[in-house]
């Protein structure tokens, strides 16, 4: 999905919640080069630098973000299993879109149930941060249904206003 509105494989993407760089792996099978990974489990940042795809790769807490990074640095953020129940809250989406670029992508593979569960209040968020979904699949694992959305930023959110405890 994503290659097909990103052809150019010098694109900057940001693998938030690589783990051990699954994603890494397959976007540079793909061509893609400059490739960013953060997590907050260093074991598995190990492994992830073990595979040699990332340019660079950071421990980091997606919801208490350190400032490692600048605003408008990436041209992607893909996110794969990492907003979902016990781990990442999707009010850290509203730090993390930060460092799209204007009319940047967010790619986000995530469970259905959660991100349609009210009380997580993902949607709301997405329609605060004026994320255009641009692209929309779905496959099953293990029974359950997977979201694959694409979205695009359609300009900078002011950065205030959110209730961030959900
Ligand atoms: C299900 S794994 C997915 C890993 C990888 N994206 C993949 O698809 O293989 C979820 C990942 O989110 C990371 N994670 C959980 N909470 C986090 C946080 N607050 N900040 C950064 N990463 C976090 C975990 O360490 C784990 O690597």
Do not use: W
Not at 139 to 146: A, K, N
């Amino acid at each position: 999905m994503l290659y097909n509105v990103l052809p150019d494989k010098t694109a900057s993407i940001f693998d938030v919640g690589c783990g051990t760089g699954l994603i890494g792996e397959a976007l540079s099978k793909a061509g893609y080069s400059d490739i960013v990974g953060v997590d907050i489990s260093q074991n598995s940042l190990y492994v992830a630098n073990n595979k040699q795809v990332y340019k660079s790769l950071h421990k980091f807490d997606l919801e208490n973000p350190t400032p490692l990074f600048n605003n408008d640095m990436f041209d992607v953020i893909v996110s794969m299993g990492v907003f979902t129940y016990g781990h990442v809250k999707p009010s850290a989406l509203v730090n993390l879109v930060s460092y799209l670029k204007n009319s940047g992508f967010l790619l986000l593979v995530i469970r259905e149930d959660y991100f349609n569960d009210d009380t997580t209040s993902f949607h709301e968020v997405i329609k605060y941060l004026r994320l255009g979904l641009v692209r929309q699949e779905k496959f099953y694992l293990d029974g359950r249904e997977i979201l694959i959305l694409l979205y695009q930023m359609q300009g900078k959110m002011a950065q205030s206003g959110l209730n961030t405890s959900y």
